[in-house]
């Protein structure tokens, strides 16, 4: 009765083990990923009013000039994108900005990145951490400066199915031989 993922299947995988036994490899995304479905606009999100030498214009641009967002913080620049995301799709995959802990601005601009990758990179410039909750039937983001961190013992059979390791000669040197131009060798030396 516990929900232990949440999130969605995109790839399945059928295999067979050279001793018979068959098995599924399933690939899932979590919630987050749903970010990734939905590209923003051409956004240049600005912490402050734009001077007018600094506003893109029709003619200082060939073509799709910026949309010009001025006094973004960050929590402005969570609901832009956010909004983008639910504008365009349905009501299960919609996420709506939770707890958000910096209080700070923003510049930077976006030329249709993906909703997931604009989070990501304010969350980068700022040091912050993100991460998605279901309350109620509905997600939610939060942006968070500080986070508890969980100490999870990893398990096999528990919490990890399987684990494999490989190896390929494919940067293996075994000797190196120096040619200079014109086929000059370090034979002489």
Known sequence: ENEVFDGW?????????NS????????CLSVLDYLNCISTGKWDLHPEEYTP?????????????????????????LEMALKKHND????????FL???TVEDTVYMQSNRAKVLNLIQRIAEKK???IEIRKEKGKYYLDFLKEVEIEENEIVLGVNMTSISRGNTLENVVT???PIGADGLT????
């Not at 018979?20 to 690939?27: I, L, P, Q, S």
């Open 9 to 17: 299947v995109v790839g399945i995988e059928e295999s067979m083990t």
């Open 20 to 27: 018979g036994e068959f098995a599924y490899g399933v690939t």
């Open 53 to 77: 030498e600094e506003i893109p214009t029709s003619e200082t641009e060939n073509l799709d000039p910026f949309e010009v967002f001025e006094n973004v913080t960050v929590r402005k620049a």
């Open 88 to 95: 365009n799709v349905t009501d299960d995959k919609k996420i």
């Open 98 to 100: 939770g707890n958000v």
């Open 127 to 129: 040091e912050a951490f």
């Open 175 to 177: 000797r190196i031989i």
């Open 186 to 189: 370090i034979k002489s030396v």
